[in-house]
């Protein structure tokens, strides 16, 4: 399918950074969910991880989202392809469980996105996977 031009390099940057993560840090599930499309897949690449479609997708942010008490993405470099829809962004999410420990991981994503919506999300992840 032939990309059709939509979003601009700001309006990308802001569904990866500020729409996605902002509601991912939020725990909003239905506002992190609205930024896919229904038969998205989000890969975590490093673990060999696939979750294909908004349920499976749902069923991961769920445990995520029940693992840690505060979740916080921060500190991205992107790198926009305006032209062909495509984003990627290192960043630093800090996780805070329960009992306060804290895990930091440096990440790097990369999405495709049609119609303003995410259809392939590519995750490498500096430490465990924590999107089982």
Not at 9 to 16: C, N
Not at 30 to 55: I, P, Y
Not at 67 to 78: G, L, M, P, Q, S
Request: proline share 1%; glycine share 8%.
């Amino acid at each position: 399918m032939q990309y059709e031009p939509g979003l601009s390099r700001a309006e990308l940057i802001e569904l990866a950074t500020k729409t996605y993560f902002g509601n991912v840090d939020a725990k909003n599930m239905d506002a992190a969910l609205d930024c896919f499309h229904d038969g998205a897949l989000f890969c975590v690449q490093t673990a060999f991880t696939r979750h294909s479609g908004k349920d499976e997708i749902r069923r991961m942010f769920e445990d995520f989202f029940g693992a840690y008490e505060t979740i916080v993405h921060r500190d991205f470099t992107c790198t926009v392809d305006e032209a062909n829809g495509r984003i990627a962004a290192s960043f630093v999410a800090e996780l805070t469980d329960a009992d306060g420990g804290v895990t930091l991981l440096n990440n790097t994503n990369f999405w495709r996105v049609l119609n303003g919506k995410f259809q392939e999300v590519y995750v490498y992840m500096s430490g465990a996977n924590v999107l089982v």
